[in-house]
């Protein structure tokens, strides 16, 4: 029986599972996926994981497969960051299939761009970086971000009301602010099973009297055949 330990309790609540399904769990040692996400206050647990269960934590779930996604937006920041320090964030959310990050770079992102931003998140990848939250209190996070030339992050910042909770993940030598969940460790994504698929361009906050951006878009999945047959509908669809 493999044991995984450092299961956070707090992730399902975020994910917003079912009660039914947090009663199936006791504490002990989880026979599956290891997802972890660190909330404040919350002491890390290990659980059992039921033959019954065992799909939430593969793609048939949709909070899985969302947090996945996110986590790859933020390996794709985190490469970008490398190649380019230059370049400013914006967003970068999960969405129905795969995910997008909007970007400010002082250069059109091409083809040739984007295979090297996929060559750059496989080696953080295999570099296994654990993700860490943390909280600061409002003048912190701003000062954090102006301090790293973040003017995006700053104007989001400034927006969230005054009782929020602002957090960061960090990986490595990148942070970056986020509410999560993510998954433990760059490492669970298979670095030969993602694709940067598009970059277009994405008014700032929708708002066409705002900056114009560069969205860039990817797709990844568990398994390399599972990829490469998303590539093949999508390119016989069109």
Avoid at 98 to 115: I, S
Avoid at 135 to 158: G, H, Q, S, T
Avoid at 201 to 226: C, H, V
Wanted: with cysteine; net charge negative.
């Amino acid at each position: 029986r493999r044991t995984y330990a450092g299961v956070m309790f707090a992730f399902f609540l975020q994910a917003g599972w079912n009660r039914g399904v947090l009663d199936r769990f006791t504490p002990d040692t989880f026979q599956g996926w290891s997802v972890f996400c660190s909330f404040p206050s919350t002491s890390e647990r290990s659980f059992i994981m039921s033959e019954e269960v065992k799909n939430e934590f593969t793609f048939e779930n949709p909070e899985y497969r969302q947090t996945y996604w996110h986590t790859c937006s933020h390996v794709m920041a985190q490469a970008v960051k490398r190649l380019w320090p230059e370049v400013k964030l914006a967003i970068g959310p999960s969405i129905d299939e795969g995910w997008y990050y909007d970007m400010d770079a002082p250069f059109a992102f091409t083809p040739e761009h984007l295979e090297q931003i996929e060559a750059e998140m496989r080696k953080i990848c295999k570099e296994k970086l654990k993700l860490e939250r943390f909280e600061l209190p409002r003048e912190e996070a701003l000062k954090f971000m102006e301090e790293k030339a973040e003017p995006y992050k700053v104007e989001l910042i400034n927006d969230l009301p005054e009782d929020a909770h602002i957090s960061f993940y960090k990986q490595g030598e990148f942070t970056d602010l986020c509410a999560g969940p993510h998954l433990d460790s760059t490492g669970r994504i298979k670095g030969n099973a993602l694709k940067l698929t598009a970059c277009n361009a994405a008014y700032w906050r929708g708002d066409s009297n705002r900056e114009t951006l560069q969205r860039i878009y990817g797709i990844a999945f568990p398994k390399k055949d599972e990829l490469d047959a998303y590539l093949q509908r999508s390119e016989e669809a069109k």
